[in-house]
Each structure stands twice: as C-alpha cells, then as structure tokens.
C-alpha cells in the first residue's frame, strides 16, 4: 500500500507558477510509474502528466505541454509538478497517482492508476 499526500497548491494570477508536491509513504514508490491528473468543478477529471518509475520518460497532455514539468527524486519518495505560465483555465483540484501494476507507458487512463492523493486545489486568477 502507497499513500500519497499533495501539498503546493494556491491561488496564483494568470502568468504566475505554482510546484506541486506528492509526498509517498512506503519503500515502493521508486518502482511505481506516476502520474498527475487535474479535476476541475463541473468537468471530469482529466490526465496531465506521466513520468516513469526512473524519471526517464515523461508524457504530457497537449494542454500543457510546454509549460509544465513532471518530475521525481526517489531518494525522497516524492513527485512534482512544475506549472508556469498558468491559465485560468488550469484552476482545478490537482491529483497524484501511482500504476503499481506496471503498465505500458504513457499512461493516461485513470483506471491504470491503483492509488491517489487527496488532491490540491489550484486557482489561477485573471
């Protein structure tokens, strides 16, 4: 069992950068592939980013590509979320997971995904 904790999130202006953090319980984190989703009110939640159990690959949704940056330090169990120029359009309830089952990267479906974090809310002003 992995436990995950989100912390970083805010209300920030339109331009502006937000990190994210998920913090990991357990010995095993190292060997999960990770990833981040977003829920905004009123929408279904929806993949964000993917980085593989090495940090070696990474896979972004066309929404922001280029603006954001998944990445993970294992020695510290924790996974991040590095979010510049931000958008209106990003404020939603931010969400880590991990795949323990080991499936195929990218993976952006969230049923591949066997645990969650409580979510972090984002809010980008305009």
């Known amino acids: 069992q992995v436990q995950l904790v989100e912390s970083g999130g805010g209300l920030v202006q339109a331009g502006g950068s937000l990190r994210l953090s998920c913090a990991a319980s357990g010995r095993t984190f190292g060997s999960y592939s990770m990833g981040w989703f977003r829920q905004a009110p009123g929408k279904e939640r929806e993949f964000v980013a993917a980085i593989t159990w090495s940090g070696g690959s990474t896979y972004y949704a066309d929404s922001v590509k280029g603006r954001f940056t998944i990445s993970r330090d294992n020695a510290k169990n924790t996974l991040y979320l590095q979010m510049n120029s931000l958008k209106p359009e990003d404020t939603a309830v931010y969400y880590c997971?991990?795949?323990?089952?080991?499936?195929?990267?990218?993976?952006?479906?969230?049923?591949?995904?066997?645990?969650w974090g409580q979510g972090t809310q984002v809010t980008v002003s305009s």
């Open positions: 997971a991990a795949d323990r089952r080991g499936t195929p990267f990218p993976i952006t479906s969230m049923t591949s995904y066997d645990y």
